[in-house]
T-cell receptor, first 112, second 114 residues
Framework: GEQVEQLPSILRVQEGSSASINCSYEDSASNYFPWYKQEPGENPKLIID?????ERKQIQELIVLLDKKAKRFSLHITDTQPGDSAMYFCAAIDTNAYKVIFGKGTHLHVLP | DTTVKQNPRYKLARVGKPVNLICSQTMNHDTMYWYQKKPNQAPKLLLF???????READTFEKFQSSRPNNSFCSLYIGSAGLEYSAMYLCASSIGTASAETLYFGSGTRLTVL
């Protein structure tokens, strides 16, 4: 079935450095790629997304890149802060279908 | 209010017993979903309601039921819980048919089957 591979599963970075999470997908019909952040004890929340007509999108310290040919997309957090410590989920979606296929998640730890 | 509420937060159930989980949202969203999340696994879509129409995933078709008596409320029902049902159950909602819309998640119900 359709899968989204997300790596790494655990990521530890020093405060102030950057963090990168990579996802790949199988379904070439996927055209929408959201990222969700889940803080401990909280519900997952959308933090940034990118559609297939874009290659790069930035919201403050969050950058997402999309390579449609390689079927890969990534999240980059620049200047990480303790508040960035959380679980991050990527997803790939075919907007003509109903399915949201999530990756397994990346547990980001920002170390002081 | 952009919250999705789930009750209870934690649920203990015995093998073979039924389980009913509850979700509500007041955003007037058309679509409500139930996901199952196990450790080290991706959230797995179990079923969703678009308005009054229930769609269940093929591989979980017989394991889960749901009802949506009104726009705000959606339940997930397990007729006979097995150990493999132990997981976090996440409810979510979205405007419209969802695929391109933001999902608003609840905090989840952690179900433990003993």
């Amino acid at each position: 079935g359709e899968q989204v591979e997300q790596l790494p599963s655990i990521l530890r970075v020093q405060e102030g450095s950057s963090a990168s999470i990579n996802c790949s997908y199988e379904d070439s019909a996927s055209n929408y790629f959201p990222w969700y952040k889940q803080e401990p004890g909280e519900n997952p929340k959308l933090i940034i997304d990118i559609r297939s007509n874009m290659e790069r999108k930035q919201i403050q310290e969050l950058i997402v890149l999309l390579d449609k040919k390689a079927k890969r997309f990534s999240l980059h957090i620049t200047d990480t802060q303790p508040g960035d410590s959380a679980m991050y989920f990527c997803a790939a979606i075919d907007t003509n279908a109903y399915k949201v296929i999530f990756g397994k998640g990346t547990h980001l730890h920002v170390l002081p | 209010d952009t919250t999705v509420k789930q009750n209870p937060r934690y649920k203990l159930a015995r093998v073979g017993k039924p389980v009913n989980l509850i979700c509500s949202q007041t955003m007037n969203h058309d679509t409500m979903y139930w996901y199952q999340k196990k450790p080290n696994q991706a959230p797995k879509l179990l079923l969703f309601y678009y308005d009054k129409i229930l769609n269940r995933e093929a591989d979980t078709f017989e394991k889960f039921q749901s009802s949506r008596p009104n726009n705000s409320f959606c339940s997930l029902y397990i007729g006979s819980a097995g150990l493999e049902y132990s997981a976090m159950y996440l409810c979510a909602s979205s405007i419209g048919t969802a695929s391109a819309e933001t999902l608003y998640f609840g905090s989840g119900t952690r179900l433990t089957v003993l």
